[in-house]
């Protein structure tokens, strides 16, 4: 008989044994750190606190799109630049890749030979190379680019040289608010139109011509406003004075850079995943459908893409959380993202290293679940419902 | 009257070259502009890059035959119209790449420590490897010889690792975290399906963490963070450092590969280890933990796969391996603007580290396929 008294061969005991002593080891574990950093910061006269936030940060950024800053503006001010400029690339980062990827993996399922063997070495190369090595190679092809006086012209107004591309900036002049709002409710329209549709096609089987009236409303109808208006919006075109461009708007070499590396790389990867998604749909689907006499391109939207969908998001999504990680490698040719301005500028000049990295970390957390919070909703939507 | 009906045409053919070709790029009117197209630019650019890689380029002798020792003597810098690439910043690096700062009387112990490892991993690879058994043994204590022979000590010269650079660093960083991580990332992968409510939730915790934020910040950690968390008088050098941030990283990613694995063995393989009266370890360590790594096996290569390149990040933190090896050499004034032969050269090495990895992912994919069925045996 086993003995009441042996309390470690009882299950219940050990179990809140273990968790005992890992919560103990743990807490012990983080005493003793957060000790040694104490003591480690007062030794070397490092001031603990969020204060240095609002301090003015003295540099430059050469590239902040969306805010316009100065080096007198405060390290909170660097923070925001670097969350917006990792957005930015991340986003155009995002779409680009997928529709590169889509592209792709296409193309590697077609029938033509020579295609599918050349974008298959594209996804070899790609994916075998490390993606620094192809920021810094595409950055050094960039700056390789002809100097601003002799640079390359399109049209007189788009200028590309080793600073980047010149491009004319938009005037928003009062009264283009009500051509953005216009275009606004035009896409929420379309979206309540679709739905309608749908659902009258549902019930009754009469079709709607969704995509030509969202056409018209998104582009036709703010397009009579805006001449109604008067035009309501000019051009600052670039002019080359002295050394170099003023007015207009630029694409800084760092940005492409990053924005081509991670593209390319990224692509390459959902390439991969949306041709596993397209093979997992199986061929008796595709028979299926051509037996009904569904026209081909009919065959892939209305088949066999909802059906690959549900393979391809999940992976999708791991790769849009890599490609918004992967911004992080901005550093290495200045593209002044969080890591690049807030976490090494400011970190260097403040020496606040705890607090600066921790918001840093803190922030691509933050940005890394916001990601999976939306496609999680994305992936339930198309997944198989059963009626 | 009987009309003879007119005999039909001939099927078009689907054999041979020209049925070959009809099948595969002229198939229809689409197709062939398509694949004209791609021919056109194939033909304009692989001659182009066969020529500049290997035809006109430099490999010790510029077109003069002199051996080139700077840029100028380049016969790209020479003739910029004929001139390709430049191969002689390569060899004359040669030795960087491979081993960075090592003292070359010494360097006898990288070498004799690249072809162990060799011996050490290639019978893990296969495993119908003759005399596998034994060969594994010396796997097991491979990283113990390697990290003597490197480091030095047992009258070994010491050699610090900041000599350390190019491949050498590249390999060090790759295999360590790898080899650490994987059992890092089982006992993560084993805590997070636990039972036991405080570990799973740690463990949940660490590894979301870890996958949440970029490499680089962890890094950084390492970098900046961790001598301030060490008390006073220890002192971890820039690679260890580093080793703690790469390891750390890579086991949150191994441990939900290896998740995955353990999630795909049938519930019947749990019950019936403990139904015949094994503990949790021995369930874990006799029946479980086999059949899901071996599963998990090629999901295991391709994370590896990642940490591998990843190693290039370390250049951020001030560490030369391949890649700081290589700016390190275009940074050198006499041999500016050789930027495309270095980093051909260093995505070369990679590629071929890679590629052959993932060939062997492809290669242990099929053979789980054709092996046993799990859980039906």
């Given at each position: 008989?086993?003995?009441k008294?042996?309390f470690?061969?009882?299950?219940?005991?050990?179990?809140?044994?273990?968790?005992?002593?890992?919560?103990?080891?743990?807490?012990?574990?983080?005493?003793?750190?957060?000790?040694?950093t104490?003591?480690?910061?007062?030794?070397?006269?490092?001031a603990?606190?969020?204060?240095?936030?609002?301090?003015?940060?003295?540099?430059?950024?050469?590239f902040?799109?969306f805010?316009?800053?100065k080096?007198t503006?405060?390290?909170?001010?660097v923070?925001?630049?670097?969350?917006?400029?990792?957005?930015?690339?991340?986003?155009?980062?995002?779409i680009?890749a997928t529709i590169?990827?889509?592209?792709?993996?296409?193309?590697?399922?077609?029938?033509?030979w020579?295609l599918?063997?050349?974008?298959?070495?594209?996804?070899?190369?790609?994916?075998?190379?490390?993606?620094?090595?192809?920021?810094?190679?595409?950055?050094?092809?960039?700056?390789?680019l002809?100097r601003?006086?002799?640079?390359?012209?399109?049209?007189?107004?788009?200028?590309?040289?080793?600073?980047?591309?010149y491009?004319?900036?938009?005037?928003?002049?009062?009264g283009?608010s009500?051509?953005?709002?216009?275009?606004?409710?035009?896409?929420?329209s379309?979206?309540?139109?679709?739905?309608?549709?749908?659902k009258?096609?549902?019930?009754?089987?009469?079709?709607?011509?969704?995509?030509s009236?969202?056409?018209?409303?998104?582009?036709?109808v703010?397009?009579?406003?805006y001449f109604?208006?008067?035009?309501?919006?000019?051009?600052?075109?670039p002019a080359?004075?002295?050394?170099?461009?003023?007015?207009?708007?630029?694409?800084?070499?760092?940005?492409?850079?990053?924005?081509?590396?991670?593209?390319?790389?990224?692509?390459?990867f959902?390439?991969?995943?949306?041709?596993?998604?397209?093979?997992?749909?199986?061929?008796?689907q595709?028979e299926?459908?051509?037996?009904?006499?569904?026209?081909?391109?009919?065959i892939?939207r209305?088949?066999?893409?909802p059906?690959?969908?549900?393979?391809?998001?999940?992976?999708?999504?791991?790769?849009?959380?890599n490609?918004t990680?992967?911004?992080?490698?901005?550093?290495?040719?200045?593209?002044?993202?969080l890591?690049?301005g807030?976490?090494?500028i400011?970190?260097?000049?403040?020496?606040?290293?705890?607090?600066?990295?921790?918001i840093?970390?803190?922030?691509?957390?933050?940005?890394s679940?916001?990601?999976?919070v939306?496609?999680?909703?994305?992936?339930?939507?198309i997944?198989?419902?059963?009626? | 009257?009987n009309?003879?009906?007119e005999?039909?045409?001939?099927p078009?053919?689907?054999?041979?070259?020209?049925?070959?070709l009809?099948?595969?790029?002229?198939?229809?009117?689409?197709?062939?502009?398509?694949s004209?197209?791609?021919?056109?630019?194939?033909?304009?650019?692989?001659?182009?890059?066969?020529?500049?890689?290997?035809?006109a380029?430099?490999?010790?002798y510029?077109?003069?035959g002199?051996?080139i020792?700077?840029?100028?003597?380049?016969?790209?810098?020479?003739d910029?119209?004929?001139g390709?690439a430049?191969?002689a910043?390569?060899?004359?690096?040669?030795?960087?790449?491979?081993?960075g700062?090592?003292?070359?009387?010494?360097v006898w112990?990288?070498n004799?420590?690249?072809?162990?490892?060799?011996?050490a991993?290639?019978?893990?690879?296969?495993?119908?490897?003759p005399?596998?058994?034994?060969?594994?043994?010396?796997?097991?204590i491979?990283?113990?010889?390697?990290?003597?022979?490197?480091n030095?000590?047992?009258?070994?010269?010491?050699?610090?690792?900041?000599?350390?650079?190019?491949?050498l660093?590249?390999?060090?960083?790759?295999?360590?975290?790898?080899a650490l991580?994987f059992p890092?990332g089982i006992?993560?992968a084993?805590?997070?399906?636990?039972?036991?409510?405080?570990?799973?939730?740690?463990?949940?915790?660490f590894?979301?963490?870890?996958?949440?934020?970029?490499?680089i910040?962890?890094?950084?950690?390492?970098?900046?963070m961790?001598?301030?968390?060490?008390?006073?008088?220890?002192?971890m050098d820039?690679?260890?450092?580093?080793l703690?941030a790469?390891?750390l990283?890579?086991s949150?990613?191994?441990a939900?590969?290896?998740r995955?694995g353990?999630?795909?063995?049938?519930q019947?393989q749990?019950?019936a280890?403990?139904?015949i009266g094994?503990?949790?370890?021995?369930?874990?360590m006799?029946?479980?933990?086999p059949?899901?790594?071996?599963?998990s096996?090629?999901?295991?290569?391709?994370t590896?796969?990642?940490?591998?390149?990843?190693?290039t990040?370390?250049?951020?933190?001030?560490?030369?391996?391949?890649l700081?090896?290589?700016?390190?050499?275009l940074?050198?004034?006499?041999?500016l603007g050789?930027?495309?032969?270095?980093?051909?050269f260093?995505?070369l090495?990679?590629?071929?580290?890679?590629?052959?990895?993932?060939?062997?992912?492809?290669?242990?994919?099929?053979?789980l396929?054709?092996?046993?069925?799990?859980?039906a045996?």
């Open positions: 008989m086993r003995s008294l042996n470690f061969s009882d299950e219940k005991f050990r179990s809140i044994f273990f968790q005992t002593l890992v919560i103990g080891l743990f807490a012990l574990g983080i005493f003793f750190i957060v000790q040694t104490a003591y480690n910061l007062e030794k070397r006269n490092i603990t606190g969020w204060r240095f936030l609002t301090d003015p940060a003295g540099f430059d950024i050469s902040s799109p805010i316009d800053f080096s503006d405060t390290h909170l001010d923070y925001f630049v670097g969350v917006l400029n990792t957005l930015l690339v991340s986003v155009c980062g995002c680009a590169l990827g889509f592209l792709v993996g296409i193309i590697r399922l077609s029938s033509n020579l599918v063997r050349v974008a298959y070495i594209y996804v070899e190369f790609t994916r075998n190379v490390p993606l620094l090595l192809q920021i810094i190679l595409w950055y050094s092809i960039l700056i390789q002809p601003v006086k002799q640079s390359l012209e399109f049209l007189d107004v788009f200028f590309i040289s080793n600073r980047g591309i491009s004319p900036r938009p005037v928003f002049e009062t283009f009500y051509v953005f709002i216009s275009i606004i409710l035009a896409f929420i379309s979206f309540f139109i679709r739905r309608w549709a749908k009258r096609q549902d019930d009754t089987g009469k079709q709607f011509p969704v995509l009236s969202a056409f018209g409303l998104i582009i036709i703010p397009l009579i406003l109604i208006i008067g035009s309501p919006l000019s051009f600052d075109y080359l004075k002295g050394f170099n461009f003023k007015g207009g708007m630029v694409i800084r070499p760092e940005f492409i850079a990053m924005f081509l590396a991670l593209t390319i790389y990224t692509a390459a959902i390439s991969e995943t949306v041709r596993s998604g397209i093979l997992s749909v199986t061929k008796g595709r299926a459908s051509a037996s009904l006499g569904l026209k081909k391109s009919w892939m209305l088949i066999i893409i059906q690959a969908l549900r393979v391809i998001v999940p992976p999708l999504t791991s790769q849009y959380l490609l990680k992967n911004s992080s490698l901005g550093i290495a040719v200045g593209y002044a993202d890591v690049h807030f976490g090494g400011s970190l260097n000049q403040t020496g606040q290293a705890i607090e600066c990295m921790v840093v970390m803190a922030t691509y957390l933050t940005i679940l916001t990601i999976s939306f496609m999680n909703i994305y992936n339930r939507s997944q198989f419902k059963e009626k | 009257m009309e003879i009906t005999s039909r045409k001939p078009v053919a689907t054999t041979g070259i020209l049925g070959w009809r099948m595969n790029l002229f198939s229809n009117w689409i197709n062939s502009l398509i004209l197209f791609v021919l056109y630019i194939l033909i304009q650019f692989v001659p182009w890059i066969l020529n500049w890689t290997i035809f380029a430099d490999f010790k510029n077109f003069n002199e051996q020792i700077n840029r100028e003597m380049c016969s790209r810098v020479l910029p119209e004929n390709g430049c191969w910043i390569i060899y004359v690096r040669f030795y960087q790449f491979m081993y700062f090592y003292p070359r009387d010494e112990r990288v004799l420590s690249y072809a162990m490892l060799v011996v991993v290639v019978p893990l690879l296969f495993d119908k490897f005399f596998r058994k034994h060969f594994l043994k010396f796997t097991y491979f990283p113990i010889i390697a990290f003597f022979l490197l030095g000590g047992f009258g070994l010269e010491s050699v610090s690792t900041n000599k350390w650079g190019g491949l660093v590249t390999l060090v960083l790759g295999c360590t975290g790898i991580a890092l006992v993560l084993l805590g997070r399906r636990s039972n036991l409510p405080v570990i799973s939730t740690m463990c949940t915790l590894i979301e963490f870890i996958r949440g934020v970029p490499l910040t962890l890094l950084f950690f390492g970098m900046v961790l001598p301030l968390f060490l008390p006073e008088g220890v002192n820039g690679l260890a450092r580093v703690v790469v390891t990283f890579q949150a990613y191994m939900e590969v290896i995955g353990l999630q795909a063995i049938p019947g749990y019950e280890a403990r139904s094994l503990s949790y370890w021995q369930m874990n006799k029946v479980v933990l059949q899901a790594i071996r599963i096996i090629p999901s295991i290569v391709n590896s796969i990642g940490l591998f390149k990843d190693t990040l370390v250049i951020i933190v001030g560490l030369l391996d391949l700081g090896i290589g700016r390190g050499a940074a050198d004034t006499t041999w050789l930027a495309y032969e270095v980093y051909f260093v995505s090495v990679f590629f071929i580290f890679t590629f052959a990895m993932s060939r062997y992912s492809l290669y242990l994919e099929k053979k396929k054709t092996g046993i069925n799990m859980g045996d």
